[in-house]
């Protein structure tokens, strides 16, 4: 059975940094598309980065430049180094994979999750 454990989320000013952590186990062999994705109050899911297999990568318009995406297999876990933080991007952020090797950013097409890890950016 897949389990995905996120950790690493905390509080932190704007233009501080924060990295969060999914720790995977389970059947998560082969092709794999792994993404982090946040939902902020009153907000719609939204993807954030996603990392393939052979580890393109691929983001968010609104975290380009600041975010990066990255995994350990050796490991199991997957990493967001978020960098030079802002209150908008405050929310619960949630990891997520599917067994192809393809990756998206719609939640749909993630069928294992996570229970998320809160990031919250004060001004």
């Known amino acids: 059975q897949v389990q995905l454990v996120e950790s690493g989320g905390g509080s932190v000013q704007a233009g501080g940094s924060l990295r969060v952590s999914c720790a995977a186990s389970?059947?998560?062999?082969?092709?794999?598309?792994m993404a982090w994705f946040r939902q902020a109050p009153g907000k719609e899911r939204e993807g954030v980065a996603n990392i393939n297999t052979i580890s393109t990568t691929s983001y968010a318009d609104s975290v380009k430049g600041r975010f990066t995406i990255s995994k350990d297999n050796a490991k199991n876990t997957l990493y967001l180094q978020m960098n030079s933080l802002k209150p908008e991007d405050t929310g619960m952020y949630y990891c997520?994979?599917?067994?192809?090797?393809?990756?998206?950013?719609?939640?749909?097409?993630?069928?294992?999750w996570g229970q998320g890890t809160q990031v919250t950016v004060s001004s």
């Open positions: 997520a994979a599917r067994t192809t090797w393809f990756c998206t950013s719609a939640q749909r097409d993630f069928g294992y």
């Open positions: 389970g059947l998560l062999t082969g092709n794999i598309c």
